[in-house]
């Protein structure tokens, strides 16, 4: 036995293994655990590395260039339509863009299912014929709110079935208050920043309204905006704060009021002359550390307001061109920067994406996005990217491959998918020569043989009959429609006119009836005088002669 072992020692250390068998592994698990200790502290490390530095360019040198984070190295443009983008909507955790137009059109593009050909996977158009005013994704990000140009807001989940829509209200109650819905065209609307059922919506019945999603039959709460001497005047946008406490409202006379949400008869906060009146404020946004309020005003402006201190704006800048009534501004989301759009009419120049530097408000940088108006921007903070809808139908996503992270990046990587041919089925030709005759199947001739024999059948290459025109002939009728109406008219034209002389054509068969009586003249044969017929003169052909005018005008 021994003689054994050592033979088979010998035979492993040449077969080049230690012994028969598997070993089983062993787990320090406490190095394992230290390991990934590590791991954490280092990766802990690094990310408050990157905000530390982030936080000391903002803060203590002000030198810091902002630009540089500015993510516009590269760019994928999706094509909505060919009309105005007028709302662009990103979920929170930035997989799916939707965006809305003017020509009443939602689509939907996600972004991890798109190749580089940049389809959208659904598109529909939920309010018929309105124009789409803003579209938005609710705070966990399954619902869409869509603001159109009627007074009822609907709410559509991920992918795009109706999940509410609110109550019109009665348009012949004078008070606003005392109505469940909105009367007139919706303006603006914003889901609540914290609760995830509540939304807000601003109409041109004068109030701002508060909804819940799972009660359509009536608003929440009424805001109605007053000017100075206490008259009802139109929010043209709306917004929350980002703690959801306050409600603001651009208005058409040129105000900005902010109410206390649960407070909603007086206003908390009230700028009269915050715009030029008669101008649509189009856009209102609170800044990340929700101190400021951001305004983009129709009088091509853009103000910065702190809301601690209302009356006068803390920076103004002027020239940003703006013709519509949804054009947007918002904040970096590091808060160093201002974002708008400028507006140009046709073939006048370039829309511009713009970019003022908080503190000093100088305009630091601009992008020349396309030959039309820039009207929506939205720059997530999740996917550091920028989402542009300008005047010609085009949403563009604006991109840096190192700072931005998923979104755009995920589609321009994949190659476009080929289409799939149709496959086309054919029959194919078994041949069984030891078949019984009645499963033998006939042997195929080629192609040309039997054209050429259908050409000698008298059946196959008969040629159509042509369709009949006029009144039809050898037995065939021509084609008409099946009503009364339409046979008569088609008959009209007809020529059924004889001019012969119809006395002459009813004696052509009395000859016939005097030889071959059948019908009456047997039964009158003995009590039947003689007819006697008038001879014809000169007069009766002349009278038989019409003038031309009254012959029938075929």
């Known amino acids: 036995f021994a003689g054994k072992m050592s033979g088979d020692g010998d035979i492993s250390s040449v077969m080049g293994f230690s012994g028969f068998g598997k070993k089983a592994r062993t787990f320090d698990l406490d190095a394992i655990f230290e390991q ?8 802990s490390q690094q990310v408050l590395g990157r905000f530390t530095n982030m936080m000391s360019c903002s803060i203590l040198s002000p030198g810091c260039n902002p630009v540089k984070k500015i993510p516009d190295t590269h760019e994928i443009t999706l094509q909505h339509g060919t009309r105005t983008v007028s709302a662009l909507g990103l979920d929170p955790s930035g997989a799916r863009l939707v965006t809305g137009g003017y020509d009443y059109d939602v689509r939907f593009w996600d972004f991890a299912g798109m190749d580089q050909a940049l389809q959208a996977f659904r598109s529909l158009q939920p309010c018929e014929c309105h124009q789409i005013k803003t579209l938005q994704y609710s705070i966990t990000g399954d619902v869409i709110l869509v603001v159109s140009g009627n007074a009822q807001a609907k709410v559509l989940d991920r992918d795009g079935f109706n ?7 009665d348009q012949y109650i004078v008070d606003m208050a005392n109505t469940k819905g909105h009367t007139a065209m919706l303006n603006s609307g914003c889901w609540h920043p914290k609760t995830k059922e509540e939304f807000m919506t601003c109409s041109n019945d004068g109030t701002v309204r508060t909804w819940d999603v799972n009660s359509e039959k009536k608003h929440k709460s009424v805001f109605k905006p007053r000017s100075f001497q206490g008259k009802k005047v139109i929010p043209t946008c709306c917004t929350y704060s980002r703690d959801g406490k306050l409600i603001a409202a651009g208005c058409q006379d040129g105000t900005i009021q902010i109410w206390d949400r649960n407070l909603s008869v007086h206003t908390k906060f009230h700028c009269r002359q915050a715009h030029i009146p008669g101008s649509d404020t189009s856009c209102l946004s609170f800044s990340y550390d929700g101190r400021t309020l951001a305004s983009r005003g129709g009088d091509d402006t853009l103000k ?4 601690r201190n209302f009356r006068k704006p803390v920076n103004v800048a002027t020239g940003l061109t703006n013709y519509f009534t949804m054009t947007d501004c918002c904040f970096s989301p590091d808060d160093n920067l201002v974002v708008t759009g400028t507006s140009v009419k046709k073939d006048e120049g370039n829309g511009k994406l713009v970019f003022f530097d908080r503190a000093s408000f100088q305009k630091v940088y601009e992008i020349e996005v396309t030959n039309a108006s820039v009207i929506r921007c939205l720059w997530h903070p999740k996917l550091n990217q920028i989402m542009v809808g300008t005047g010609n139908g085009l949403a563009k996503v604006y991109y840096d491959p190192v700072r931005s992270h998923r979104g755009a990046k995920l589609c321009v990587v994949k190659s476009q998918r080929k289409e799939k041919q149709a496959e086309t089925l054919t029959q194919d030709y078994i041949i069984t020569p030891h078949a019984l005759p009645m499963f033998r199947e006939a042997r195929q001739r080629s192609t040309r043989k039997q054209l050429e024999k259908d050409r000698l059948d008298p059946k196959k290459s008969h040629k159509p009959e042509p369709p009949v025109s006029g009144p039809g002939r050898g037995g065939r009728v021509a084609a008409h429609g099946g009503t009364l109406s339409s046979f008569i008219v088609k008959n009209i034209a007809l020529d059924k006119t004889d001019d012969s002389n119809p006395r002459e054509a009813i004696l052509r068969h009395a000859k016939e009836a ?6 009456v003249a047997p039964a009158y044969t003995m009590t039947q005088p003689d007819p006697v017929f008038a001879e014809e003169s000169d007069e009766d052909e002349e009278a038989d002669k019409e003038p031309e005018w009254k012959k029938r005008k075929i």
Do not use: L
């Not at 990934?36 to 990766?43: D, K, P, Q, Y």
């Not at 910065?304 to 809301?307: E, G, N, R, T, V």
């Open 36 to 43: 990934t200790r590590r791991t954490a502290i280092e990766r």
């Open 163 to 169: 999940v509410m829509e609110c109550v019109k209200g």
């Open 304 to 307: 910065m307001w702190d809301i």
């Open 514 to 519: 005097s030889d071959n009586p059948y019908w």
